[in-house]
């Protein structure tokens, strides 16, 4: 069946992945500074909600922006690939799930490029903004030209907080390379709308630059979970310790607390550079399994305590961080794995994720013996707890 007419006419721009937590926000933020926008997605449900101007998921802003891009009928949404054919700017944010193998992610994007390719005229301009693998956008431009297509390509990596992308995109500068001066030209003209300054690099170095700000995020996170286990095998509160070192002494006021560090990119991205140089990037492998480690420290602290067989223990918040509706690579279920293997009966409770599985906080205070507040929401600050139940603050958000 032929693509359902779209009020913009003849798009300037195509986002892919369109309706994901990276592609929608970029796609509103182009439509609002003047360019008509498809989104394209393969998940219609998900189209269908953004086209009816529903905002699935947290987003600061998102709401209000996206009816705005509507409105003015310069942003539609799509599962209709045949609604990309002859468009000059088509920008790749599709995601790849953690634990995916390096090479996976590369052949997922080539796989899109080639769907891509197809409906698309020599000249066209393709912007990876899917982070991947060094040396993956030279990989995909080779590919393109083995096929005899004459497509220009470029690589742009987002660089936003999820959550707080709509506002955050005009506020940080922008990377921009290409494997052409006429695709970095292409994709400077495109970025410079949004951004308040473009950085151009090489797509060697961008690729590089997007792997290490979140490895490097990472990493942080890894020492202070491991410094945080070191404190307190000594009796202390590494959080409440960590608060108090801070005063007055600004050399250190940046250092995370100690916490689950989860989500769809940090890990991702430091396992990527850990697979690109097997046994050169130690540091990464540690935070990984210093990271990842953290559910299973958890449940030796309460099994140190006493038997947690037949006891109902309480997880607060399974999103991946605070202020977030995103589950993806939550370690607060792989907490409740483990405790459920230890014969736990494990309830779950979160402020901003809709599941019908998921119980009222105060419900699962009442019925738990033991509560873990997994995710520092800001509910969970003064939620009233029962002095007579045990409490595991991971991140301390109940100390401020």
Do not use: W
């Not at 695709?183 to 300054?197: G, L, M, N, T």
């Not at 797509?203 to 792997?211: G, H, I, N, R, V």
């Not at 990493?219 to 108090?244: C, H, K, P, T, W």
Request: with cysteine.
């Amino acid at each position: 069946m032929p693509a359902e007419p779209s009020p913009l006419g003849q798009a300037d721009i195509c986002v892919v992945g369109g309706a994901g937590h990276a592609g929608a926000p970029l796609a509103i933020v182009l439509a609002n500074s003047g360019f008509r926008v498809l989104a394209y997605d393969v998940d219609r449900p998900m189209v269908d909600r953004f086209s009816r101007g529903e905002m699935p998921y947290r987003e600061t802003g998102g709401a209000e922006a996206l009816r705005s891009a509507l409105d003015a009928e310069r942003l539609a949404f799509t599962s209709e690939g045949s609604a990309i054919a002859g468009i000059p700017n088509v920008i790749i944010a599709i995601g790849a799930a953690d634990g995916e193998r390096e090479s996976s992610i590369a052949e997922l994007l080539l796989a899109c490029v080639d769907e891509i390719a197809l409906q698309l005229e020599d000249g066209a301009c393709i912007v990876v903004r899917t982070t991947v693998p060094p040396g993956t956008t030279k990989a995909v431009d080779h590919h393109l030209r083995e096929r005899g297509r004459s497509l220009l390509v470029a690589f742009c990596p987002e660089r936003v907080a999820q959550g707080n992308a709509i506002d955050e995109m005009g506020t940080i500068a922008q990377i921009v390379s290409g494997m052409s001066p006429s695709a970095v030209r292409r994709a400077r003209d495109i970025f410079k709308r949004v951004a308040p300054e473009i950085v151009e690099m090489t797509p060697l170095e961008a690729e590089y630059s997007k792997l290490i700000c979140n490895a490097h995020r990472y990493i942080q996170f890894a020492a202070a979970n491991a410094l945080g286990m070191l404190v307190e095998s000594a009796g202390l509160n590494y959080n409440d310790l960590l608060a108090r070192t801070k005063r007055g002494y600004p050399r250190i006021e940046h250092a995370p607390r100690a916490g689950f560090a989860g989500g769809p990119c940090l890990a991702k991205d430091t396992r990527q550079l850990v697979a690109s140089a097997p046994g050169a990037f130690a540091l990464g492998e540690v935070a990984l399994t210093v990271n990842e480690g953290m559910p299973h420290y958890i449940v030796s602290k309460l099994l140190q305590r006493g038997k947690i067989d037949g006891k109902h223990v309480g997880i607060l918040g399974v999103a991946f961080k605070a202020g977030s509706d995103d589950i993806r690579n939550s370690l607060a279920f792989r907490l409740g794995e483990l405790l459920a293997d230890c014969g736990a009966r494990v309830h779950y409770s979160d402020e901003y994720v809709r599941d019908a599985s998921l119980e009222p906080k105060e419900a699962l205070i009442v019925e738990s013996d033991v509560i873990v507040i997994a995710v520092p929401h800001d509910a969970y600050k003064t939620v009233a707890i029962p002095a007579d139940k045990i409490v595991v603050d991971l991140s301390g958000c109940r100390r401020g």
